[in-house]
């Protein structure tokens, strides 16, 4: 049978034969199948199947020949599912599915045909392809194991980096970045984890942690600076995150038992928020009604639709670092940074640049006209203490009335 074809086949019509080379796999919507093998010319019978059950689905994954036959037993209606249709699918997940599925199918081939060897006999090559693949899933469940202990033992932090407004200097927030701090006190920076957190669940507890201890220190920022109510604190906050339904209900708790106001959480998203579908997007809206602050970060580097930009409740748009490192020495990173000045005047948002690293950049920054900027001139990342040491250190940090 072609691929990419759907089939009805009479009573006792041959499906495939044993040996046949096996590059789809069927689902069964109405009818009975049986699955044989052929000994000195009788058949013995492995199994019959019925609607709604798969065959044909070993050969297909690994490119073997089929292992039995198989035939109608009534009149039956085949669906196809070609290797293509499935390779399509198993490309984009990760290591782990591809080397669980490899380990799952050797095993039922060898529980089904005892003792024979695999028909499909990969090339140096492959063996190479595979060994890497399995190093790699090794690798990144090990991560993922040491991430899930970690969370445990309560070893993800977040430390601050302030931001200032430009044209005074003074400490205007300040965002909170993930920080995996070891118990011998080495720290883990979010290159190495962010990514294995987000791509998995992880991120949901990780995140529920964070907003816990960023609402917690701002509650006792406030206490030793004195703070304005405007200061704000930016939490990173993935896709993922505003996806789950749990998220606004677990912020507002949280916010309300610290005592907080929603107006000093800022909430940075970035436009793969958009990719999250529309539950995502209504959950932003939610927080936007309810008096949080929301930032679009990144911007310019993803997929970049402006119509996002008009449908989303925004309060800044953050300038991406790639473009602030090169616009004093590269016209069209310059041209950017305008263009996203202009569009941010445009729809009434505030600007911040991110990786203010020259006095140059600053300056720069400054006379364009935007308003705040963080980055290594002002100061880096640093645990709670150090940021308040900092802050209090800074003359002009604006304080309460
Ligand atoms: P981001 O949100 O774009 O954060 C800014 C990154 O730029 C931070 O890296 C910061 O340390 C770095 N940075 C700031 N100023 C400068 C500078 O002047 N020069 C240079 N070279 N770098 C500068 P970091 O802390 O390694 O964070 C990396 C990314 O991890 C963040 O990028 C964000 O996407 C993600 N992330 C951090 N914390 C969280 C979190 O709590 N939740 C989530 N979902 N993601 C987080
Ligand atoms: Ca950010
Ligand atoms: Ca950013």
Not at 4 to 25: H, L, T
Not at 360 to 382: H, I, P, T, Y
Request: glycine share 6%.
């Amino acid at each position: 049978m072609a691929a990419n074809q759907n089939r009805v086949y009479r009573e006792n019509e041959i499906i495939f034969r044993e040996g046949e080379s096996g590059d789809c796999a069927y689902l069964i919507e109405s009818g009975t199948v049986l699955v044989y093998l052929v000994k000195d010319g009788t058949e013995s019978p492995l199994r019959t199947l019925g609607p709604g059950e798969i065959f044909g689905e070993m050969s297909m994954i690994d490119n073997s020949l089929r292992s039995a036959s198989c035939r109608a037993v009534t009149e039956v209606s085949l669906v196809t599912v070609t290797q293509t249709q499935l390779t399509d699918r198993l490309q984009s997940p990760d290591p782990i599915v591809r080397l669980m599925m490899r380990a799952f199918m050797d095993r039922l081939r060898e529980q089904n045909n005892p003792g024979r060897s695999l028909p499909h006999h990969p090339s140096p090559a492959e063996s190479a392809a595979d060994e890497e693949e399995k190093k790699k899933a090794l690798e990144r469940l090990s991560l993922e194991n040491k991430i899930t202990s970690a969370l445990e033992s309560d070893q993800f932090v977040p430390w601050y980096q302030p931001i200032h407004d430009l044209r005074s200097g003074g400490i205007v927030g300040c965002e909170a970045l993930i920080r995996w701090v070891q118990p011998d006190g080495k720290v883990v920076s979010p290159a190495v984890f962010i990514d294995v957190l987000e791509e998995s669940s992880l991120i949901l507890k990780v995140g529920k942690r964070i907003i816990e201890k960023c609402l917690a220190d701002l509650k006792q920022m406030n206490q030793d600076l004195l703070l304005p109510n405007n200061f704000f604190v930016s939490i990173n906050v993935s896709g993922r995150q505003f996806a789950d339904e749990e998220f606004v209900t677990h912020l507002e708790a949280t916010r309300a038992h610290f005592g907080v106001l929603a107006h000093q959480v800022k909430l940075e998203v970035t436009e793969r928020i958009m990719t999250e579908g529309t539950a995502a997007i209504a959950t932003l809206q939610k927080c936007s009604d309810l008096g949080y602050r929301i930032a679009i970060d990144d911007f310019g580097t993803g997929f970049s639709s402006l119509q996002y930009l008009a449908s989303m409740p925004l309060n800044d748009l953050k300038v991406d670092r790639s473009f602030v490192v090169q616009m004093t020495t590269h016209e069209k990173p310059l041209s950017i940074v305008k263009t996203l000045i202009f569009l941010a005047n445009l729809l009434n948002l505030g600007l911040i640049a991110e990786g203010v690293e020259t006095a140059e950049q600053r300056n720069l920054l400054r006379m364009l006209g935007v308003q705040m900027g963080q980055g290594f001139l002002f100061a880096k990342a640093m645990p709670y203490a150090d940021f308040i040491a900092f802050a209090d250190g800074t003359s002009a940090l604006p304080k309460a009335a």
